[in-house]
């Protein structure tokens, strides 16, 4: 079993759909997860920050991390066409270790 | 802003010849990193180092080597390139500060494509 399971997609929706982005892990032992977005030809930017269990909210982005599940999410809410990109989830046990990442799912926005 | 920088955007090189990347970061970060990113594999970290000088094999180090000579540079070396190491290149750094919790995350560059022939 690979330590990070995220569905590659494509994921296409139209806009203003409610997106919703998963990744499954093995390793019980992460405890900072985050998601970078990737538009095509660029390096991963940082979306959200989150550590251990909880939700976090920055304006059409909610995070939520279910440590018993094993299970993180990425909620995108009114998804615009600009929002169109590869969506890497990535964990890591410690601070400043190196991170675990999914395979990121591409998701297209339909205008 | 956090500026991670890499010294080509596409790269084209023979099998056999020896190919360095080249990445410099302007933030003072303590840590740096080199992935490289192929499709349906994902990103898979080569090499990292958390101090000049330092360096830590990551998951798939064979076939490269790295260079941390000055802190905000780090150099990933393809001794002898092959065909298998056609890839895009990632470099990121972050650093050691115990302050906010964003402080330790990952900025990356804008990549490499190395394509060997």
């Known amino acids: 079993q690979k330590e990070v399971e995220q569905d590659p997609g494509p994921l296409s929706v139209p806009e203003g759909a409610i997106v919703s982005l998963n990744c499954t892990y093995s390793?019980?032992?992460?405890?900072?997860f985050m998601w970078y977005r990737q538009y095509s030809r660029k390096g991963p930017e940082l979306l959200m920050y989150t550590y251990s269990s909880g939700n976090k909210e920055d304006g059409r982005f909610t995070a939520q991390v279910d440590k018993s599940s094993k299970y993180i999410s990425l909620f995108i809410r009114d998804s615009q066409p600009s929002d169109s990109a590869t969506y890497l989830c990535?964990?890591?046990?410690?601070?400043?270790?190196?991170?675990?990442f999914g395979k990121g799912t591409r998701l297209s926005v339909i205008a | 802003d956090v500026k991670v920088t890499q010294s080509s955007r596409y790269l084209v090189k023979r099998t056999g010849e020896k190919v360095f990347l080249e990445c410099v970061q302007d933030m003072d970060h303590e840590n740096m990193f080199w992935y490289r990113q192929d499709p349906g594999l994902g990103l898979r970290l080569i090499y990292f180092s958390y101090d000049v000088k330092m360096k830590e094999k990551g998951d798939i180090p064979e076939g490269y080597s790295v260079s941390r000579e000055k802190k905000e540079r780090f150099s990933l070396i393809l001794e002898s390139a092959s065909t298998n190491q056609t890839s895009m290149y990632l470099c990121a750094s972050s650093s050691t500060s115990s302050g906010r919790t964003w402080s330790d995350t990952q900025y990356f560059g804008p990549g490499t494509r190395l394509t060997v022939l």
């Open positions: 990535a964990m890591s046990v410690v601070r400043n270790t190196p991170l675990v």
């Open positions: 390793n019980s032992a992460f405890q900072y």
